[in-house]
């Protein structure tokens, strides 16, 4: 999307398209509404209003569903977006298994699939995105809109979305983007992987009060994504959110990016279930002690029941990781100062025992007056939650919808959102 209307310059095409979009957006937003409420809404003229409203009757994009009831004369027809009108594929590839959805235009799951990378990297991960793609592209029930695609590393969204560096994935200079178009002849966008979810909870999560929200992700890695004033940040060389490492000590574990210290090598979801299992082999005390010394798998579930039982060392384990997240929020309200910020990944299965410890940690770690005001919880569609962010940058960028609730309606706006 343009920025259309900024300094007054805009063409009528550029104007019409804003317009449109501002229609769409505003029949999305609701259950059903009128022409003439949304001309009321927009502040668009009814003849506007009509125009684009022909179109997305003609695209199928929106449904007319029957008379309103009316305020004075005749009662007005009403209108209804129409979610199955297409369909959107989402893929997350920031996990230890490669995990897309096919999806209606609300977001709402049709068929998912996961398949386990078992640590495969370069041309072999790239062939099994393929693998995953080419299945959920033949579930798929209506016309795709496109593939959206979550993944580490950093991406230059603006320029074609090469994948720069994936580190995990040891994709180096990958045109992601390209490939996918090519093989599959649909509309591709990728972006990193904490983007998409910051997207994905944007437009799908809970109801924020502003244009302004945080989305901490732990799993593989940690990192933030970052709406400000209702636009995806990517920053300057596509790392904005790259919180994960930020070196908090010169001691501790190398991290994989070559430094030590980093906040992602204690607060990631892998690290904790690394530092855990380190934890229970050292302390035959450990109600994990068997797992870990016969190398059996051991989830969130088992962490979480073990620091419930008061297993020492694994409490010592989420106290400090949860500290390390509680630094890293506060790092971000400090920076930022952003009331809503959401924490998402396998480290939410973690629930109270480390939300506590999170929110104690950034009162203690921040300005006060900053942190009482900000509200940290976990994203409610966590597992989802970048799969579905990068389902939501299909809507933004190939239907020019993006979530008007919690920025302006009205037409002539010079913040028109721009992921
Ligand atoms: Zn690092």
């Known amino acids: 999307m343009t920025h259309a209307l900024r300094n007054g310059k805009a063409t009528q095409q550029q104007t019409k398209a804003h317009n449109d979009s501002l229609v769409l957006s505003t029949i999305y937003e609701v259950d059903e509404i009128s022409r003439a409420a949304i001309a009321r809404r927009t502040a668009l003229s009814r003849t506007s209003v009509g125009e684009a409203v022909a179109e997305l009757l003609e695209r199928g994009l929106v449904e007319e569903i029957g008379r309103g009831r009316p305020s004075l004369g005749k009662p007005p027809i009403l209108l209804r977006f129409s979610s199955e009108a297409r369909h959107l594929i989402g ?26 990378r078992d640590g495969r990297s370069g041309g072999d991960a790239l062939d099994l995105v393929y693998t995953l793609l080419d299945r959920l592209v033949a579930e798929a029930e209506a016309p795709l809109l496109g593939l959206g695609v979550g993944t580490p590393g950093l991406i230059d969204f603006r320029s074609g979305s090469p994948v720069h560096w994936a580190v995990n ?4 200079d990958v045109p992601l983007r390209d490939l996918l178009e090519l093989r599959y002849g649909l509309p591709v966008h990728v972006l990193n992987d904490t983007a998409a979810a910051a997207m994905g909870e944007y437009f799908f999560g809970a109801r924020h009060a502003t244009g302004n929200l945080v989305v901490i992700k732990s799993e593989e890695g940690l990192g933030a994504g970052v709406v400000l004033e209702g636009r995806l940040l990517h920053g300057d060389h596509f790392g904005a959110g790259e919180i994960g490492h930020l070196a908090f000590t ?18 990631s979801a892998s690290a904790i279930l690394r530092a855990a299992r380190a934890a229970a082999l050292a302390d035959p005390q450990s109600g994990l002690h068997n797992a870990a010394r016969g190398n059996l798998p051991i989830d969130m579930d088992d962490v979480l029941a073990a620091y419930e039982a008061g297993d020492r060392g694994i409490r010592q384990v ?32 973690l629930g109270g025992a480390l939300l506590d410890i999170v929110r104690h940690e950034v009162l ?18 966590s597992s989802h939650i970048t799969a579905l962010g ?24 010079d913040g028109v959102p721009d992921a």
């Open 390 to 413: 990068a389902a939501a940058v299909l809507l933004h960028q190939e239907l020019a919808i993006w979530p008007l609730r919690r920025s302006s309606t009205r037409a002539h706006h």
């Open 250 to 267: 010169t001691e501790g574990r190398q991290c994989h990016c070559g430094n030590t210290g980093c906040i992602e090598t204690v607060a």
């Open 91 to 116: 893929v997350d590839l920031s996990g230890a298994e490669f995990r897309g959805a096919v999806v209606n235009l609300r977001g709402e799951v049709r068929h998912e699939l996961s398949l386990p």
């Open 364 to 381: 203690a770690r921040s300005l006060a007056a900053l942190a009482r005001n900000t509200r940290i919880e976990f994203s409610p569609i």
């Open 169 to 172: 994935l040891d994709w180096v």
């Open 318 to 349: 989420v106290v400090e990781a949860s500290r390390a997240l509680g630094l890293a929020i506060a790092t971000v309200v400090c920076t930022l100062n952003v009331q809503d910020v959401v924490i998402a990944g396998r480290v939410t299965r």
